[in-house]
């Protein structure tokens, strides 16, 4: 459906294992992992599904990461649909690292490319499922009956006017064989999914009890404070302590392989501590880098023709021969991430093991780097995943865990590291900036003949996964742009790989929001080029494009395209990402030059819905990320230090900036798609567009706030 | 050792004059429902109530509080009874839930001098509290639910 990281197309099996004390674990194993006896339980954590004790409670390990994107309630939904329990009787836990819990989109346990849903559609139903049917043949056998006369009714099994609780049947159940011949229930069944569902983590939201991994305490939990190269790629030089050491609570004062930490009882301590380090820094090879310096270097590699991403047809001749040749160039900025938790670990590390509570995206690696860094074995190292306080790429970097493991197993106790809002800022890896250059053809008619777009930025893959990039061109590099979705005779899509010195990472919609910009604003350059409407212009290509036409039709259909009051102006914008089919309508005005975005109207076809809730949560949560970062997002370099601090000058929306959105969900039956992440790409086109009907000026670059076209 | 009224008790710490209330309430005190987000009163996830003002305590000296009553979330109400949290989860309003501590302290500080606010009210009255995953759409129909709320039930105004 999407990119694999790795293949891992293994075959899956079923294994069940009783719990000490009694009680039903369902669990998933792969072929070819190392050791399936793993299963029930690692370093006293459970492995499995689902736990059904012998009291009736219900437990389910959710493996994905809950960022806000409400997956502990999705996830759950899909195991209790089959398993016949509300969801109210569910407690959920986070998952430990375990091959089990493998993302198979992605091919390692992650939580990220909006891929949740889509892996746990059918494995967790079919767990649910096997669960049910097992807790039913035990009640079978112990009554003696046909299976297939029992029914299941909240949490129990019933045989007519006899009922056995399923906790009560699990410790038999787990000594069952793990059915094989699964029938999971048709849509029009389903009693959970599709249907709005409150959300399991909401109560402890509301009363400061929800614990993210800021919030850790462990005994004899010592705080930390860390100063980190000012310039990126920079290094420790050398450090004085001497007065810091002599400061209350100040345990101690260490070099880690990324900065200083001062150790102390408690982090205020630490950070007053800190301020009293002095400190020299190697600059390292960026020590000139800046904004124009990379811009430069951008557009420098851009004149290199690049690797076919897609090639239909002959773009080059097609345009040689057109009526009417448009042709533009687009730069997109860095962007940090800007979790509103900073980031933060707590680690524990002992002689032979070690417990790390983190608020991570990524179990596995998180595992192995820990283990490296502690000079521990990865199956000697317990990630304890807590709430993360927003996620949106950040937390698959692994790079805010290292010093408290350093800092840890120098002091023997656990140690919690917590970065400030400035070393977040400072020390992202950020979204990848773009030098793209695109040029259509257009026929005498007006007919798009032609489609040539020529991407060049840094690869982000190539630093977190190599191996995916050694042959290959990074897929999230050429997302929105290898599917574009017009039927146009001759495609030409081409990337150059071009690296800038620091780090680049996942955003949230990776490459969408870079080149969902580009290809949707230059249509709309089109549009007006070939004197046609941007709506019908586009609704006119996608003739084969049943998912497409739909929802661009229903986006235009419900803001009332065209019909817009006096003084307002609409844009439009339309993408697939992540197996989700969505459409964009941005309705602004711009009076005295000052722009206001008035509504936003949203139609989305992400295939079968698990919860509506949700749904209707992350549309408007992904294009506000999206609307921020067209507004204002930017990072800029200067002697390769990051000029943006704090969210003075990182700003982010706020709540009377925030327009009102129309979210309008298509019926489908069809594999759900993510949903993260679609709506945060379209946004920044849909408003541009819009500015240009406003104003006719075209915004080839952002944030919007420095294009001098529009205030804000 | 300095005594501060948290939540209607009195608590000693032996935090220094200095520290900012929020690591006062977190590290030594316990109360971890009050996030730091920017240590600068930009994103107000550090909101309480001193004397019913919400205040950023990231920002507020551990030796300015006095004998000022603070309020937590935690403080709030001890069941999640008070009629913002019961508008939040009636809406699902949060996502991650990092910001909504602050949010909820901002929202009830807002009702309790303001029974009907408008929109233009809940806008400036919570501009300072930063929700990066977006939930503003259900903030705002929330705090018009709580008002409701709290018209039907006036007795909860009190808390």
């Known amino acids: ?712 | 050792m300095t005594t501060i009224h948290v939540n209607g008790q009195a608590l000693e710490t032996n935090a220094t004059p200095d520290t900012p209330l929020l690591w006062v309430l977190r590290d030594h005190l316990g109360l971890t429902g009050t996030k730091f987000g920017c240590g600068q009163a930009l994103c107000g996830a550090c909101t309480v109530h001193i004397d019913g003002n919400p205040t950023r305590s990231c920002q507020l000296p551990l030796g300015s509080v006095g004998d000022k009553a603070v309020t937590t979330i935690e403080g709030l109400s001890a069941d999640r009874s008070h009629a913002v949290q019961k508008a939040w989860m009636e809406l699902d309003v949060p996502q991650c839930g990092y910001c909504q501590s602050g949010q909820i302290m901002s929202a009830s500080a807002l009702l309790a001098n303001n029974a009907k606010p408008t929109d233009a009210e809940i806008d400036a009255a919570l501009a300072g509290n930063i929700c990066r995953c977006g939930t503003y759409d259900r903030i705002r129909k929330a705090v018009h639910r709580a008002a409701d709320l709290l018209q039907s039930a006036p007795a909860n105004a009190a808390k």
């Open chain 1, 1 to 712: 459906m999407t990119h694999k990281i790795t293949d891992s197309s293994r075959r899956d099996f079923l294994k069940i294992t009783g719990l000490a004390g009694g009680g039903l674990v369902l669990g998933l194993s792969l072929t070819g992992c190392s050791k399936p006896s793993a299963l029930g339980a690692e370093g006293g954590q459970p492995v499995a599904w689902l736990k059904i004790d012998s009291e009736n409670a219900i437990t389910v390990l959710v493996d994905r990461s809950e960022m806000g994107q409400g997956v502990y309630t999705s996830l759950t939904q899909l195991l209790a649909e089959e398993l016949e329990v509300s969801l109210d009787a569910i407690r959920v836990v986070a998952a430990p690292v375990n091959a089990v819990y493998v993302n198979a989109l992605l091919g390692a346990q992650i939580t990220g490319g909006s891929s949740s849903v889509r892996d746990g559609w059918e494995k967790l139903r079919k767990a649910g499922a096997q669960a049910r049917m097992m807790l039913v043949q035990a009640a079978a056998t112990h009554w003696d009956v046909d299976a297939a006369k029992l029914t299941v009714q909240g949490g129990y099994v019933v045989n007519g006017s006899k009922r056995l609780s399923y906790g009560a049947l699990a410790e038999n159940a787990a000594k069952l064989p793990v059915p094989t011949d699964v029938t999971l229930k048709a849509a029009k069944d389903f009693k959970l999914v599709g249907k709005p569902q409150k959300r399991i983590d909401t109560a402890a939201k509301v009363d400061g009890s929800a614990l993210y991994g800021i919030d850790v305490k462990l005994p004899g939990m010592l705080h930390a404070a860390l100063a980190q190269p000012p310039v990126l790629g920079g290094s420790l030089n050398r450090f004085d302590a001497k007065a810091a050491e002599t400061m209350p609570g100040v345990k101690k004062v260490l070099a880690t392989a990324s900065g200083v930490v001062v150790v102390a009882d408690h982090y205020w301590q630490a950070r007053k501590a800190l301020a009293a380090v002095k400190i020299s820094w190697k600059a390292g090879p960026n020590a000139s880098l800046s904004t124009e310096g990379i811009k430069a270097k951008l557009r420098a590699a851009a004149s290199r023709p690049g690797r076919d991403v897609r090639k239909e047809g002959d773009a080059t001749a097609a345009i040689k021969g057109a009526a009417k040749i448009l042709s533009a160039t687009y730069e997109l900025p860095l962007l940090a991430h800007a979790t509103l938790e900073p980031q933060n670990c707590t680690a524990d590390v002992r002689q032979d093991s070690a417990d790390i509570h983190v608020n991570t995206q990524t179990q596995q690696v998180a595992q192995g780097v820990v283990a490296a860094v502690a000079g521990l074995k990865p199956e000697q190292v317990f990630i304890h995943t807590t709430l993360l306080g927003g996620g949106f790429g950040r937390r698959l970097e692994v790079d805010y865990l290292t010093a408290a493991v350093e800092a840890s197993k120098a002091m023997g106790k656990p140690v919690k590291v917590i970065w400030t809002r400035e070393d977040d800022t400072t020390h992202d890896a950020y979204r990848p900036p773009a030098h793209d250059e695109v040029t259509g053809a257009l026929d005498a008619q007006g007919n798009l003949v032609a489609w040539k777009l020529h991407l060049t930025g840094p690869s982000i893959t190539a630093r977190m996964f190599p191996a995916v990039v050694e042959t290959a061109i990074d897929p999230f590099a050429v997302e929105a742009a290898q599917n574009y979705p017009y039927d146009v005779p001759n495609i030409a899509v081409t990337y150059n790989r071009e690296e800038i010195g620091i780090n680049v990472g996942y955003w949230r919609s990776v490459s969408h929001g870079l080149n969902c910009f580009v290809a949707e604003s230059f249509m709309d350059e089109l549009a007006h080029a070939a004197g046609k409407d941007p709506y019908a212009f586009r609704a006119a290509l996608l003739g084969k494009q049943p998912r497409y036409k739909r929802v661009l039709d229903t986006a235009a259909e419900k803001a009332g395209w065209g019909k817009a009051p006096a003084g307002h102006f609409q844009g439009i914008a339309l993408m697939e990402g992540y197996g989700t089919y969505m459409a964009q309508v941005a309705e602004v005005s711009v009076e005295g030059g000052a722009l206001k975005i008035h509504r936003v109207t949203c139609a989305v076809d992400c295939g079968s819905v698990v919860n509506p809730n949700i749904v209707d949560q992350q549309i408007h949560g992904s294009i506000l990320f999206g609307l921020t970062a067209a507004l204002w997002g930017e990072i800029t370099l200067a002697g390769g230090q990051v000029q943006q601090k704090n969210f003075d000058s990182y700003r982010l929306l706020r709540l009377p900036e925030a327009p009102p959105i129309d979210v309008h969900v298509i019926d489908s039956t069809e594999a759900p798609g993510g949903l993260g992440e679609p709506g945060t790409a379209l946004i920044g086109p849909a408003v541009a567009n819009a500015i240009f009907a406003a104003t006719g000026k075209r915004l080839r670059a952002l944030p919007i706030a420095k294009q001098k076209i529009v205030t804000i």
